[in-house]
């Protein structure tokens, strides 16, 4: 089965210092991963979806980035953190041809202070 | 870009009540439609999914959903919650694969609480 990989489970960080969320994927080969944002009473916002190696589509003009540097791998990143960034982010994918249920990783909170 | 309502944001019931989860989308084609469901301190895990055919789609747990195309809605239903249904819900969208676009949306998600 397929399972995600996300560390750190819980984050804090001080504002303008930099970030890099890791997802990592097992169980299944090329597929759509993404990262969203779940902010208190907001739902899971998409910031971020990939469908392979170096393609990445972006949903909202942020102060993070994404990059998928292998197949089963994805990252959220920042330069410069700021307080408005402090968030549940939250890596999913959808794994293979026809397979549309999505799993998910364990989630990281962050605090940005 | 398609998106997602969920009206309702939290849903207090008693044990036994009915349950009905409003969730609409906006997307003019084909679309996969999806509710899945986060108890507390655990990852989202899918209840029920639809991709075509009987509208009506039944799901673990006793949960079911029925899309409505023309109204655009795709409601979560359980005639009898139990205590252990407490948790957030979330219902989601992606467009059909015949479509060149991946993404996958969510609702903001409705908490349901039920009192034993």
């Known amino acids: 089965s397929q399972t995600i990989h996300q560390w750190p489970a819980t984050l804090v960080q001080p504002v303008g210092s930099p970030l890099s969320l890791e997802c990592t994927v097992e169980?299944?080969?090329?597929?759509?991963l993404y990262w969203y944002r779940q902010a208190a009473g907001r739902g899971l916002q998409l910031l971020f979806y990939?469908?392979?190696?170096?393609?990445i589509s972006s949903e909202v003009p942020q102060n993070l980035s994404a990059s998928r540097p292998q197949d089963r791998q994805f990252i959220l990143s920042s330069k410069k953190l700021l307080l408005s960034d402090s968030g549940f982010y939250l890596c999913?994918?959808?794994?293979?041809?026809?397979?549309?249920?999505?799993?998910f990783g364990q989630g990281t909170r962050l605090t940005v202070v | 870009a398609q998106s997602v309502s969920q009206h309702n944001h939290h849903v207090i019931l008693s044990e036994a009540a009915s349950l009905e989860l409003g969730c609409n989308y906006s997307?003019?084609?084909?679309?996969?439609l999806f509710w899945y469901v986060q108890y507390p301190g655990q990852h989202l895990q899918l209840l029920l999914k639809?991709?075509?055919?009987?509208?009506l789609v039944k799901g673990i747990k006793g949960f079911e959903a029925e899309f409505i195309k023309s109204k655009f809605s795709f409601n979560l239903r359980k005639p009898s919650v139990q205590w252990s249904d407490t948790a957030e819900y979330f219902c989601?969208?992606?467009?059909?694969?015949?479509?060149?676009?991946?993404?996958?949306?969510f609702g903001a998600g409705t908490r349901l609480t039920v009192k034993p």
């Open positions: 999913a994918g959808l794994g293979g041809t026809g397979n549309t249920e999505a799993f």
């Open positions: 169980g299944t080969s090329n597929p759509n």
């Open positions: 990939s469908v392979g190696i170096g393609q």
């Open positions: 997307y003019g084609g084909t679309v996969n």
């Open positions: 639809y991709f075509s055919g009987d509208p």
């Open positions: 989601a969208v992606m467009p059909g694969i015949l479509y060149n676009n991946n993404d996958m949306r």
